[in-house]
């Protein structure tokens, strides 16, 4: 399962991918989780802290390494990559295992008036679209808040792309962006999960003005999530709540891949 | 004033830079607001709705108005503008007016896999540049959450950037990394404004995390806002209170500019 999770800034993508990571490696999956957001914080939604999160590096820095394992040559990202690297293949200091889940980040913005973006996500479209993902393992991709990893096409090879809302009209209409864009990438599965519900009216708010996507469940508005966001830490490792209705969302995630 | 307002996915850039607008419009200034984020929506937190709303075209695709105004030749947006612009000098069918505010779309994401937002940011930074902006006049550009806007340099000529942030360590961790990389660019003032505040506790957490940062002040959690948002409305048109408090946070920005 090759997995984008999407979405307007701030509705919770990072917390979803989180916890998904953490229940499906918990489960024996193997599981690749990537930070594609040179803005988040992916590594602290699984339960990193402290030393392991100081040696996670950015796999776009690591040139040689890419070359080798993947057979991508040193400046040339946009090239196919010769082998087929498996989930098994990234090395361990290619990025950091926490409770079973392999986490990688894509890039960072080192400097004030660098550059772009734009090498890092013609890695990762080139590394989403060779990886080769088994049955029983899992990449999830948490991607940046907003539209233009659609413009650059860097979600066009993943078999589903969830949209994380939350009960208001400029989240709902952010999805419906991201829906018209993921189609013209040919993504066969776009679906939606609602975030911060308040009530049975706003998961209301939601399904109807989204009623012609595939809605896989609701996390609701959370206090213990936003502690966990105040303290650094993953929600999974605070709250059942989060980690029930995560489930539930997977269980019909599942049925519809 | 040259304003870019900056900060976190879904901290709320959107609501200051609306609200802010109406402000000074309403005190009789001349306000260019400039949506530069492809997917927000700065035209209904300023109260655009319906038929104004369909008038308004990104002025990435306008090539021969920019020409004809700026002196930039069609597609080559990275050279210098030969005149230096005004704001009164961006005609009506360029933008849309509503309550004083003139407002610029930058651009959108027209196609998935249509390509990147740089040629967008490269108009961008040299219309900050260029723009001649009287002391009367404000210029206020609501950016792209994150940091690439940064990487880019689309900011590197405004006279003030303000950063907001919620009480939560990501959006916290995301305001230290725009200082840096806004130091890069010789930003000379970067200043915070708090939202989403619940209670004294939570403005401390912003106020002691971020205590080597001027604080221009704070916005309340406000379900007012959040009920604009939802009904595509500016928070302008609906409350007092977040009206008293940014008026609060412009008298300690003009004490500082």
Chains 1, 2 share one sequence.
Do not use: W
Request: proline share 4%; hydrophobic share 40%.
């Amino acid at each position: 399962m090759k997995l984008a999770i999407s979405g307007k800034g701030g509705v919770g993508k990072t917390t979803l991918a989180g916890v998904m990571a953490r229940i499906l490696a918990a489960r024996g999956r193997k599981v690749l989780a990537i930070d594609a957001d040179p803005d988040s914080n992916l590594a602290s939604a699984i339960g990193l802290t402290g030393e392991a999160l100081s040696k996670l590096s950015p796999i776009a820095s690591m040139t040689s390494l890419i070359e080798e394992r993947t057979g991508a040559r040193k400046g040339s990202y946009g090239t196919m990559f010769k082998l087929n690297p498996r989930v098994d293949d990234f090395p361990d200091d290619m990025g950091v295992i926490h409770e079973g889940v392999k986490l990688l980040l894509l890039g960072c913005i080192p400097q004030g008036g660098g550059g772009c973006f734009c090498p890092e996500n013609v890695l990762l479209k080139n590394l989403v679209r060779h990886l080769l993902v088994q049955r029983e393992e899992a990449l999830i991709i948490d991607m940046e808040a907003g539209l233009e990893h659609l413009g650059r096409g860097s979600t066009g090879y993943v078999d589903a792309l969830i949209i994380v809302v939350e009960p208001g009209q400029r989240s709902i209409g952010t999805a419906r962006q991201i829906k018209k864009l993921g189609e013209d990438l040919k993504i066969r599965k776009i679906m939606i999960v609602g975030n911060k519900v308040h009530s049975d009216e706003e998961r209301k708010i939601i399904e109807e003005s989204l009623s012609d996507f595939p809605i896989l469940g609701h996390m609701s508005h959370n206090p213990k999530v936003l502690q966990a966001d105040r303290e650094g830490r993953s929600p999974y490792d605070m709250d059942e709540k989060i980690k029930e209705e995560v489930k539930t969302i997977l269980r019909e995630l599942e049925k519809r891949i």
